[in-house]
């Protein structure tokens, strides 16, 4: 089983802000800059594509 979700961003623009989303749900913060949605996308791979271990989801319950 495939334990990668597949991560593709895109940025959605509201009223005079954009937002960057993935498909994995993760949503980036609104920003008055499309330059700056795209770098919060790019941060978001950069996290996913270092795996779990660093940068855990803090709202992950344990188990
Ligand atoms: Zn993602």
Do not use: I, N
């Not at 979700?5 to 994995?24: I, K, L, M, N, Y």
């Amino acid at each position: 089983m495939p334990h990668r979700a597949p991560h593709t961003t895109s940025t959605t623009e509201s009223g005079s802000f954009c937002t960057a989303r993935c498909t994995c749900g993760w949503r980036g913060p609104a920003r008055r800059a499309r330059s700056q949605a795209r770098t919060d996308a790019e941060r978001h791979l950069a996290d996913v594509a270092a795996g779990p271990g660093t940068g855990a989801d803090p709202e992950r319950p344990l188990e």
